[in-house]
T-cell receptor, first 114, second 112 residues
């Protein structure tokens, strides 16, 4: 079975632009979470979605938004990009998104802001 | 604020030796802990997890130990192999929360 897939793998944008990142969860998984990983740091939680509803949100500004579709895939949108948004954006899925379950990660989208 | 942290940023071991990677946490409400391995250019890969009602859990060549008294977690890798070279993260989760809170990571280098 395919794991979590993310697209694109790499992206270069300039300050002020917006970006949309995409994620397809493992088949059968209904929950998707997004994380930001800055170079040299551990991933930081951005959002979790389950059954198209936002369940949790990390300490990120309103420029960050997401949604989940009926097929459980998800998009992460970032507006008014800043240099500090340069990072690896990771998507993770698990069956129901309940606490105390392992989350399975994709290989991420590397976003570079010029 | 409360956070998960790692004692050592880098660890170098010889092939065939056992490796121990340590992690401290400060959140008393943490009740689920998980270890991930991240290779260069890839996402974190699940290794093993443990709940707060357990002290020890074993997998294939890996063991996780949890000491709730001192809020300490460790990952032991037996007979370390070159393929084990990666950055290892511990993460924690509260029963009431959906986020995994990660530490900064320990880089494990296995030398022949």
């Amino acid at each position: 079975d395919a794991g979590v897939t993310q697209s694109p793998t790499h992206l270069i944008k300039t300050r002020g632009q917006h970006v949309t990142l995409r994620c397809s969860p493992i088949s059968g998984h209904k929950s998707v979470s997004w994380y930001q990983q800055v170079l040299g740091q551990g991933p930081q939680f951005i959002f979790q979605y389950y059954e198209k509803e936002e369940r949790g949100r990390g300490n990120f500004p309103d420029r960050f938004s997401a949604r989940q579709f009926p097929n459980y895939s998800s998009e992460l949108n970032v507006n008014a990009l800043l240099l500090g948004d340069s990072a690896l954006y990771l998507c993770a899925s698990n069956p129901a998104g309940a606490p105390g379950q392992p989350q399975h990660f994709g290989d991420g989208t590397r976003l570079s802001i010029l | 604020g409360e956070s998960v942290g790692l004692h050592l940023p880098t660890l170098s071991v010889q092939e065939g030796d056992n490796s121990i990677i340590n992690c401290a946490y400060s959140n008393s409400a943490s009740d689920y802990f998980i270890w991930y391995k991240q290779e260069s250019g890839k996402g974190p890969q699940f290794i093993i997890d443990i709940r707060s009602n357990m002290d020890k859990r074993q997998g294939q060549r890996v063991t996780v130990l949890l000491n709730k008294t001192v809020k300490h977690l460790s990952l032991q890798i037996a007979a370390t192999q070159p393929g084990d070279s990666a950055v290892y993260f511990c993460a924690e989760n509260e029963d009431s929360g959906y986020a995994l809170n990660f530490g900064k990571g320990t880089s494990l280098l296995v030398t022949p």
